[in-house]
């Protein structure tokens, strides 16, 4: 697994537990729903940290806490 598709699936498992959608998720956070969007499709393979850290706000963790997950811990370092 990517580094993209773990932050993807961290975001969709996060907004499944608490229940938000895109538009929900997107209010909470201050993040537009097409950034998520992108972020969630493809379209923006590398988003940033501070996106991250503003859509941990908005689902009430701490970025620590999302990325500490085995998807995470089992990544192999990209070369790009």
């Given at each position: 697994?990517?580094?993209?598709?773990?932050?993807?699936?961290?975001?969709?498992?996060?907004?499944?537990?608490?229940?938000?959608s895109?538009?929900?998720?997107?209010?909470?956070?201050?993040?537009?729903?097409?950034?998520?969007?992108?972020?969630?499709?493809?379209?923006?393979?590398?988003?940033?940290?501070?996106?991250?850290?503003?859509?941990?706000?908005?689902?009430?963790?701490?970025?620590?806490?999302?990325?500490?997950?085995?998807?995470?811990?089992?990544?192999?370092?990209?070369?790009?």
């Amino acid at each position: 697994m990517d580094t993209y598709t773990a932050v993807k699936n961290r975001i969709l498992v996060l907004c499944e537990e608490k229940k938000f959608s895109i538009h929900k998720l997107a209010l909470e956070s201050g993040v537009a729903p097409s950034t998520i969007k992108n972020i969630l499709y493809g379209k923006s393979k590398n988003p940033g940290i501070v996106t991250i850290k503003m859509l941990c706000d908005g689902l009430g963790i701490s970025i620590t806490d999302f990325f500490n997950t085995s998807d995470f811990e089992k990544l192999e370092q990209e070369m790009v």
